[in-house]
C-alpha cells in the first residue's frame, strides 16, 4: 500500500472488546487490529480509527475497554458515534424489530440508531465526552 502511494488509511474496528466484536458479527479481534496497525505506522501510513459505542450488549466495561483499547493505538484521529446506525434487513434491523425500536415495516430513509436499553445514556455521553477533552484529535 505504501509503495502505491498510500498515506491514509481508515479502520473501522468498532470495538476495543471481544463481546462487543461478536455481537457485530465481526471475525477479528482487537489484537488483529493492534497487529495491522502497527504495520501501518512501520510503512508510514496515518491512522484513523472509528468506534460505534452502544450496540447490542454494549456495558460500562466494554465501553471503557473500547476506548481504552483506541487509546492505545495511538492514531492520528478517531472517530467516536455513540448509536449504531440501523440499516434494512440487517441482523442489527431484527433485534431492533424485536426489541420494539423499529417497526417491521420501517423503510429507515431516514437514519435511525440503535441504542442498547441496558446502559446509562448520560453516563455514556459524559464518559466520551470527557476522553475527547482529554485527546482532541478524538471526534464524535
Keep these: 500500500m505504501a509503495r502505491a502511494g498510500c498515506c491514509e488509511v481508515s479502520l473501522g474496528f468498532e470495538s476495543g472488546?471481544?463481546?462487543?466484536?461478536?455481537?457485530?458479527?465481526?471475525k477479528f479481534g482487537p489484537e488483529d487490529v493492534r497487529r495491522i496497525s502497527k504495520m501501518?505506522?512501520?510503512?508510514?501510513?496515518?491512522?484513523?480509527?472509528?468506534?460505534?459505542?452502544?450496540?447490542?450488549g454494549e456495558t460500562r466495561e466494554t465501553v471503557e475497554e473500547s476506548l481504552a483499547f483506541a487509546?492505545?493505538?495511538?492514531?492520528?484521529?478517531?472517530?467516536?458515534t455513540m448509536g449504531v446506525r440501523i440499516y434494512p434487513y440487517t441482523p442489527l434491523s431484527?433485534?431492533?424489530?424485536?426489541?420494539?425500536?423499529?417497526?417491521?415495516?420501517?423503510?429507515?430513509?431516514f437514519p435511525k440508531f440503535y441504542m442498547t436499553r441496558g446502559l446509562d445514556r448520560d453516563w455514556l455521553r459524559k464518559t466520551v465526552t470527557a476522553w475527547m477533552n482529554e485527546r482532541p484529535h478524538w471526534i464524535s
Design 17 to 26: 472488546s471481544e463481546k462487543m466484536l461478536g455481537n457485530f458479527n465481526k
Design 94 to 109: 431484527r433485534i431492533a424489530i424485536r426489541e420494539g425500536l423499529i417497526a417491521s415495516d420501517e423503510e429507515l430513509l
Design 40 to 56: 501501518l505506522r512501520t510503512q508510514g501510513i496515518r491512522q484513523m480509527g472509528f468506534l460505534l459505542l452502544n450496540g447490542p
Design 71 to 80: 487509546d492505545s493505538l495511538d492514531l492520528e484521529s478517531m472517530k467516536v
